[in-house]
């Protein structure tokens, strides 16, 4: 009798998981702004950011939810546009460092390329490896372009479930990997002032 019931649970597990892996899901992805100092004149200098969607593939999609064998299974999707979580993002660390974030001053504009997260499988635990990655451009008050950068972050976990939650942080951690290299060129930031 504790065979049989042992057999019944498992199958229930097993069906369990994957009805998990068939259904689609849509989450959001949270952006953690930095612990950044103001930079000194910034209050001064006023931008706009904006965002574009370059992806070649993945666009409807951030990741896919995978079963015990690595076999991809139901999408995963943002529940906000990708170019709006990028744009979102990069506003707040400007205005963490100070910057006036408007309609007016300098044009910053990121064409997100790659914004994924893939899971793989493995002995113990599986891996959510986020990727991203976006050029940022620099238009001046003139219009003429002062800056341009091809930027990528990526952020690597041990998980338990390939779901919608954990694609979701990895993006989220790569997002703050690629804006780091971002708001740590001195380029840029001078770019901003022209």
Do not use: H, W
């Amino acid at each position: 009798m504790s065979i049989r019931l042992a057999s019944v649970t498992a199958l229930a597990a097993v069906l369990t998981l994957s009805a998990c892996a068939t259904s689609e899901d849509v989450v959001p992805v949270p952006y953690t702004v930095s612990q950044a100092a103001p930079v000194p004149g910034a209050g001064s200098i006023q931008v706009t950011v904006a965002s574009t969607d370059a992806r070649t593939e993945n666009r409807a999609r951030i990741g896919a939810q995978i079963n015990g064998y690595g076999m991809e299974m139901a999408a995963i999707r943002s529940d906000t546009e990708v170019t709006e979580i990028v744009r979102a993002a990069i506003a707040d660390e400007l205005r963490q460092r100070g910057y006036a974030v408007g309609e007016a001053g300098s044009r910053i504009n990121a064409s997100v390329e790659t914004f994924y997260n893939d899971f793989s499988v493995g002995m113990f635990a599986g891996k959510s490896t986020g990727t991203v990655a976006m050029t940022v451009t620099v238009a001046g008050r003139s219009g003429a372009e002062v800056y341009s950068r091809r930027i990528e972050g990526s952020a690597e976990r041990s998980v338990q479930l390939a779901n919608g939650g954990n694609a979701a942080t990895s993006l989220s951690q790569a997002l703050s990997a690629a804006l780091a290299t971002l708001m740590d060129d001195p380029a840029f930031t001078t770019a901003l002032s022209k």
